[in-house]
């Protein structure tokens, strides 16, 4: 009798865990309740840690309030899992959810991050540069152990096959049973639950995977909110001002778009750190109250070479042209040179070269450049631009690879690196804070030489243009500080390192006698607040190019400008 039982259960030719042929058909809703059950618990680490960090919650109330919040996170997830319950959708989807989970709960674990639209936009437009410098070997495990393993075991169920009508009733019914709960449990303790996610909306974006899921319905009903059209025309009345009638020497203007730099770690803005040694020598003045339009790339490009401020960008119902599409229909020769991963939309309607492709020993390697490659061959690029817009004047940007993180040990040359030992791991958790800012603060210094090395090419041309330099960073950086990493918080509850930004000017005389501006004004207004909001207009106002929508008031030059 027992060998009968044993060969009957197949236990010695189970190949993982058990062999699925040896037990009846599970439910398909047994699949997706303890899915949701492992979500919950175990791909919801970072939500639960974050909790147990809230000093309110330290009594019965609070044990109370985490017990009913962990039951509606899984009775929402099981909602959501049921409408995937579909006899070809149910393991394609619970394992791709599983991955997701996985894939999330690192990275929010990890870095601090939270997985917000803004964040969704990141991830999907990361350069596979970026995610060879993101794949740590503790990324591998997560995903294994988080959702490999449990999606083969689920994977070799074998499932129960329901005829299509009582599918349809079964997951109505699971669904709204599952919603109901929510409700129900979301209402017992409402005070606590509204109260908690007004004070800390952050963890709204720590409920995984139902975050993800959210932000990615967001961006797919966006395009469809603002309309799937291109973008408007900036405006029609765009024109070179007067200063154009009777120059003698075009404006040469280069924007420097910095990349995760920090005000806080620059030497010249009281950094203590001499992070900026070369710049520190140049006539220069150095914005040290400045901030962004967003803390990431994708978020603060498009906006701050838009006309709109951020609140109105942020709410706009429809997709315009922007500062680069302005300068190139008054006539100005512009050119885009990218060392990044892109400009997020803003250079598609001018001459653009993406430089980080490039193979040149010493300046490239492992698939990425420095920033120096930039100024390589400049000339030559600028020549082959229209000769007659040229003429007019000429606007380059510059798209920095900066301080790119997390490798940041990888932005900046061996003769750069003034502060040792430096972080060298991919996981930024496994490196000393001082380690992590040593790497950092050398990608700054390293910063310093470039933008000196663009103003000595600017001033090698000052015979035959009025030479100008901006420079201003897209965000800013978290090096773990109260355990966040890099950047990309919702802008509400970021901290002031992740939007406090550089920003620098260089005017040579030429540019400076041409619109009438003083350098030692400027500096006189160097801790005034400004934002991305005054790029739009402060470059127009620079440039002396005219439109109705330039507003004077945001023009940071404007109140240096003699009449």
């Known amino acids: 009798m027992s060998l009968k039982l044993f060969r009957v259960t197949e236990l010695p030719q189970s190949s993982f865990f058990f062999h ?21 618990s175990v791909g919801n680490l970072p939500l639960w840690q974050a909790l147990y960090r809230l000093p309110e919650l330290h009594n019965p109330r609070g044990l109370w309030f985490s017990l009913v919040f ?54 999907l437009q990361t350069h596979p540069q970026e995610v060879k410098d993101l794949v740590a070997w503790q990324l591998v495990v997560t995903v294994l152990l988080g959702a490999l393993l449990p999606a083969i075991w689920l994977w070799r169920l074998s499932v129960r096959h329901l005829s299509l009508p009582r599918t349809v009733l079964t997951n109505l019914a699971a669904a709204s049973c599952g919603i109901t709960l929510t409700l129900i449990l979301v209402l017992v303790v409402f005070q606590d639950f509204s109260s908690l996610m007004r004070n800390h909306t952050h963890l709204r974006y720590l409920i995984n995977p139902l975050s993800s899921f959210y932000s990615v319905g967001y961006l797919a009903f966006k395009p469809v909110e603002r309309g799937a059209t291109p973008p408007q025309p900036i405006a029609a009345d765009v024109k070179l001002g007067a200063s154009y009638a009777r120059q003698t020497r075009p404006p040469l203007l280069i924007l420097v778009l910095g990349e995760t730099a920090r005000s806080a770690n620059f030497g010249i803005n009281g950094y203590t750190r001499p992070t900026t040694p070369t710049l520190a020598a140049e006539n220069i003045t150095s914005y040290r109250n400045a901030w962004s339009c967003g803390t990431s790339t994708a978020a603060s490009v498009p906006c701050m070479f838009s006309p709109m401020g951020r609140e109105a960008f942020e709410k706009r119902t429809f997709n315009q042209e922007n500062l680069l599409d302005a300068l190139q229909q008054a006539g100005l020769a512009v050119l ?81 690196k003034h502060f040792l030992p430096e972080c060298t791991d991919k996981a930024l958790q496994q490196c000393s804070q001082a380690q992590i800012v040593n790497a950092y603060d050398n990608t700054i210094v390293y910063t310093d030489f470039f933008l000196t090395s663009v103003i000595k090419w600017l001033k090698a041309r000052s015979e035959s243009h009025a030479a100008a330099m901006v420079y201003v960073s897209d965000h800013g950086e978290s090096l773990g500080e109260n355990n966040l990493y890099l950047h990309g918080l919702p802008y509400a509850i970021a901290p002031d390192v992740q939007k406090r930004v550089p920003w620098i000017n260089w005017l040579s005389p030429e540019i400076q006698a041409r619109r009438a501006l003083s350098t030692e004004c400027l500096k006189g207004r160097v801790d005034e607040a400004i934002s991305h909001d005054h790029y739009f207009h402060s470059v127009l106002g620079l440039l002396d190019v005219h439109t109705a929508i330039y507003r004077p008031e945001l023009d940071i030059f404007g109140p240096c400008r003699r009449p």
Request: proline share 5%; net charge positive.
């Open 20 to 40: 699925p042929t040896a037990y009846k058909a599970v439910h398909p809703l047994l699949i997706v309740a303890l899915t949701s059950l492992w979500i919950a």
């Open 70 to 123: 962990s039951i509606i996170v899984f009775a929402s997830t099981f909602s959501v899992l049921t409408l995937t319950s579909w006899r070809w959708t149910l393991k394609p989807a619970i394992a791709l959810t599983l991955i997701t989970t996985a894939l999330a709960g690192y990275f929010m674990l990890s870095y601090g991050v939270v997985i917000d639209p803004t964040m969704m936009v990141n991830a």
């Open 336 to 416: 885009w040179i990218d060392n990044q991963s892109g400009c997020k939309g803003a250079c598609d309607r001018i001459p653009s070269v993406v430089t980080s492709s490039l193979k040149v020993s010493g300046l490239c390697q492992g698939g990425e450049c420095y920033d120096e490659i930039m100024l390589q061959d400049l000339g030559q690029r600028v020549e082959a631009l229209s000769a007659e817009r040229r003429a007019r004047g000429i606007v380059i940007v510059m798209h920095q690879m900066g301080s790119h993180g997390p490798v940041y040990f990888k932005r900046s040359p061996p003769r750069f």
